[in-house]
């Protein structure tokens, strides 16, 4: 069963009213949008998803909570393009990154390195670039490039060098055959910590992706789809992604540093945006979900 992360504080902090417009940035398979829906009668829900399998899913579940919805099937770095065809200002936007449960579950994606399926890792099967490209395209630089820089892996030269070795005979097909080069390139004791492809999955899932740099933007047109009192909640899965809103949050709701030291400050530098939460998950919650162990929310309202 998929459990939304972080779900009711997410709802809870989006500050909902019955006519509120909303955005939920990565639909999934509907669990924050459902709750959402439920909350806002007379209001109405936008929903992003890339996924055309998730939202073929998701359409049917939102039905069960409301009509007021319009599933919206791109990418969110097309937040504000889509949005400025659609309304002018909105009341809450929601943005839970990374892989889904479903998709993690769902063997053939292979975003999982459990399970055994074709390297692929392409939220949106439109993409061109898949895990099998990468892995087996790129040089050895560029490896250790992306599984530094995005799984923050310190074995990263070893796997890499490990990955262009092998594909010299071979090229590299599957999850489990990855995921088993790259527990044997590593020291016994690292094994013992977690399992040892997970960092680099991750760093691959971002690449295909290109999930950090398509964040920012939209983080960053979200801010300015608020409505004055407008929420923008914000769960990451990991320490990058968490990075990126921390910065635009404090940069957005923090006099120029140039100018902290005035007497008085010019309503044109004053902050627009006030931070409002920075929640990790609960012990009962990573105890449902050993999913959210990682994952951290953060909350700015517009002034």
């Known amino acids: 069963m998929h459990i939304s992360v972080l779900l009711e504080e997410a709802v809870r902090y989006l500050n909902l009213k019955d006519d509120s417009v909303v955005i939920d940035c990565t639909l999934g398979y509907g669990g924050h949008s459902f709750e959402i829906l439920k909350r806002i009668p007379n209001g109405f ?13 998701a359409k049917a579940r939102l039905e069960e909570a409301g009509l007021n919805f319009e599933i919206i099937n791109t990418n969110f770095k097309n937040i504000k393009e889509e949005m400025l065809k659609r309304t002018a200002k909105v009341d809450g936007i929601l943005f839970d990154l990374g892989v889904s449960s479903p998709q993690l579950d769902n063997a053939e994606r292979g975003f999982s390195f459990h399970k055994d399926a074709p390297l692929d890792m392409r939220m949106n099967k439109d993409s061109k670039l898949s895990a099998y490209d990468v892995v087996n395209g790129y040089s050895f630089e560029r490896l250790i490039g992306i599984f530094y820089k995005y799984g923050e892996e310190k074995y990263s030269k070893a796997i890499a060098k490990a990955i262009v070795k092998y594909r010299e005979n071979k090229k590299i097909e599957t999850t489990l055959e990855l995921a088993e080069i790259i527990k044997e390139n590593v020291p016994e004791k690292y094994r013992r910590l977690g399992h040892p492809a997970r960092k680099v999955f991750q760093a691959i899932r971002i690449e295909v992706n290109n999930e950090l740099e398509v964040f920012e933007i939209a983080l960053r047109d979200a801010l300015s789809l608020l409505k004055k009192g407008g929420r923008i909640c914000v769960i990451t899965f990991h320490s990058l992604e968490d990075k990126i809103c921390k910065q635009i949050f404090n940069e957005v709701s923090s006099v120029p540093a140039e100018l902290r030291d005035l ?23 990573i105890l449902n979900n050993s999913r959210e162990r990682s994952d951290r929310m953060r909350v700015i309202e517009r002034g």
Do not use: H
């Open 263 to 285: 007497p008085v400050i010019p309503d044109e530098y004053k902050p627009k945006f006030k931070l409002i939460a920075n929640i990790s998950p609960s012990d009962e919650e």
């Open 45 to 57: 829900l936008y929903a992003f998803d890339q996924d055309k399998e998730a939202t073929g899913k």
